[in-house]
C-alpha cells in the first residue's frame, strides 16, 4: 500500500510570491491534515480536513490556506511568502472517524523562501 | 502557550544503555498520547502510543510510562542502538473534540554511540 505522497518535495520561492503544495493520502484514508516543522517551533498544526470540509484550523495568518478534493487529495497554499514560512510541511492521513488517532505522515514538502 | 513540553532538547547515549524522554501536558482533555520517531528527510512516523486508562505500555525495547495525576509521560528505549539515533517527539490529543489534531512536544534529538 503506498503511503503519503507530498510533491514537490523540494521548493524555492521568493518572498511575495505564493506556492502551492499537494499530498495524495493513503488509499482508503478520507482525513488529511497539515503541519509545519521548524528548527524553532518544531510541529505546529496547520489544518484538518474530511470529506472535504475543514474540520479544524490552527493559528495561522489567512495567508495559509487549503482544500480537500473528493477523491481525498488536499492542498495547501501560502500566499505572499514571508521569509519565515520557510520551513518543512508535511501532510498527513488518518482513517478519522473510525481510527485510533494516529496519523500517518508523508516526507514532507521543503519550502524556502528567499 | 506550549501545551506539551518535552525534555531534554538533546539526548546522547552508549550503545545497550537506557534512553528515557520526558513530556509534560496541561490540557486535561488529552487522552491520546502517542510518540513519533523521525529519520533525517523522513516524515514522522508513530512509534508507540498510551492512553490514560493504562499506566503503562511495552512495545519491544520501547516503553510508555504515564502519571495522570502529574500530568506526564516518558519514553524509554532499552538496550539502545546506533539505529535509534533520531528524533523524538512526544503528542497529546483529545479524542473527544473530534479531532487527531496533535499537539507536539518540541523534540528530542536521540544519538546512540557505539
Known amino acids: 500500500k503506498a503511503g503519503v505522497t507530498q510533491t514537490p518535495r523540494y521548493l524555492i520561492k521568493t518572498r511575495g510570491q505564493q506556492v502551492t503544495l499537494s499530498c495524495s493520502p493513503i488509499?482508503?484514508?478520507?482525513?488529511v491534515s497539515w503541519y509545519q516543522q521548524t528548527p524553532g517551533q518544531g510541529l505546529q498544526f496547520l489544518f484538518e480536513y474530511f470529506s472535504e470540509t475543514q474540520r479544524n484550523k490552527g493559528n495561522f495568518p489567512g495567508r495559509f490556506s487549503g482544500r480537500q478534493f473528493s477523491n481525498s487529495r488536499s492542498e495547501m497554499n501560502v500566499s505572499t511568502l514571508e521569509l519565515g514560512d520557510s520551513a518543512l510541511y508535511l501532510c498527513a492521513s488518518s482513517t478519522y472517524p473510525s481510527g485510533t488517532g494516529e496519523l500517518f505522515f508523508g516526507e514532507g514538502s521543503r519550502l524556502t523562501v528567499l | 502557550q506550549q501545551q506539551v513540553k518535552q525534555s531534554p532538547q538533546s539526548l546522547i547515549v552508549q550503545k545497550g544503555g537506557i534512553s528515557i524522554i520526558n513530556c509534560a501536558y496541561e490540557?486535561?482533555?488529552?487522552?491520546?498520547f502517542p510518540w513519533y520517531q523521525q529519520f533525517p528527510g523522513k516524515g514522522p512516523a508513530l512509534l508507540i502510543a498510551i492512553r490514560p486508562d493504562v499506566s503503562e505500555k511495552k512495545e519491544g525495547r520501547f516503553t510508555i510510562s504515564f502519571n495522570k495525576s502529574a500530568k506526564q509521560f516518558s519514553l524509554h528505549i532499552m538496550d539502545s542502538q546506533p539505529g535509534d539515533s533520531a528524533t523524538y517527539f512526544c503528542a497529546a490529543s483529545d479524542s473527544g473534540a473530534g479531532s487527531y489534531q496533535l499537539t507536539f512536544g518540541k523534540g528530542t534529538k536521540l544519538s546512540v554511540i557505539p
Open positions: 490540557n486535561t482533555a488529552f487522552d491520546y
Open positions: 488509499s482508503g484514508h478520507r482525513s
